[in-house]
């Protein structure tokens, strides 16, 4: 092979040219704070990669500019609970296809939701586990109610997924985003949210916040105390989580090797340090692992979404 051939292959590009990592959420949040990590661990075995935030729409923007980048290696992105299993139940229309526009690289992280009421309100309706709290629902139909960030949030539909599993009433009550609903919690206007463990946990700690059940399957290592809503509802889980996507028809040589960077960096025991700060548990897949867990979410939320009746126009 020629130098010319060697140098015009998508491999020695990602080599020679700095790789650009599109967010499509802002600077400064969980997703992109774990991005620029990564990024700095894999800048030995890769290059150089630009993290570049491009929000709007849901994350749907900054999707869509990676569906459309050219397959080359040289553009990769977020994929998220959001923008490649909610949005596309969520959106009347949408710029691309969350299963066919992209091709996975591996899973990120996943950060635990969590089951939490406020403090007050759950000493007073004597509600101090998730039996507990279906068996105070099941017997006053409609009178707990539940904020969220708004129709169609995770929250929202952790809510609505509840109700369907639990045959119980929960109204909700939607807010101007995660802040606005947290504060109405804690002010008592609400009974129970499905909240961030990162974000619910100092309140928590402050004992202002109940702690009633994590929503992954199994105990989360960061709140290691409090029971998964599956011991009681089998099956429930619905955690947050986002990993790495490239354009669709990027080769798979190019796929193995930055799967290969990205799971080492992922594997690392500084990065487990720094993502346990931020409760986040690193998960490191194959390519193959992380499309088939993509399609099975997509799957889940298509039902969870119709259920509640969201729509974003």
Request: charged share 15%.
């Amino acid at each position: 092979m020629t130098l010319v051939a060697v140098l015009a292959s998508p491999s020695a590009l990602a080599q020679t040219k700095p790789i650009r990592l599109i967010v499509p959420y802002a600077a400064g949040g969980p997703i992109d704070v774990t991005a620029r990590a990564l990024a700095e661990r894999v800048k030995d075995s890769l290059g150089t990669v630009i993290i570049e935030n491009r929000p709007g729409a849901g994350g749907n923007i900054g999707a869509d500019l990676v569906a459309k980048a050219a397959p080359d290696g040289l553009t990769i992105g977020i994929a998220a609970t959001a923008t490649h299993a909610i949005n596309p139940w969520l959106y009347k229309t949408m710029p691309y296809n969350a299963g066919s526009d992209f091709a996975p690289i591996t899973q990120m992280l996943r950060v635990p939701n969590v089951l939490v009421m406020n403090a007050e309100t759950a000493q007073r309706l004597k509600i101090s586990s998730l039996a507990d709290l279906l068996a105070y629902a099941k017997a006053n139909p409609g009178k707990l109610n539940y904020g969220s960030g708004g129709n169609g949030s995770a929250g929202h539909l952790a809510g609505e997924m509840l109700n369907k599993e639990a045959g119980i009433l929960a109204v909700h009550v939607p807010y101007n985003g995660g802040n606005p609903a947290q504060l109405a919690l804690l002010g008592g206007q609400v009974d129970f949210n499905f909240d961030n463990l990162a974000t619910a946990a100092p309140n928590i700690r402050a004992g202002k916040l109940k702690a009633i059940a994590v929503t992954t399957l199994a105990r989360s290592s960061a709140l290691p105390e409090v029971p998964a809503m599956a011991d009681t509802i089998k099956g429930f889980a619905i955690d947050t989580w986002w990993g790495l996507v490239a354009p669709a028809a990027t080769p798979k040589d190019v796929l193995a090797r930055l799967n290969q960077a990205f799971v080492a960096a992922l594997n690392a025991p500084e990065t487990k340090t720094r993502f346990a700060a931020l409760l986040a548990e690193p998960v490191a897949t194959s390519p193959e692992v992380f499309g088939a867990f993509m399609a099975s979410e997509r799957a889940k939320y298509e039902q969870v979404v119709k259920a509640s009746g969201a729509t974003v126009d």
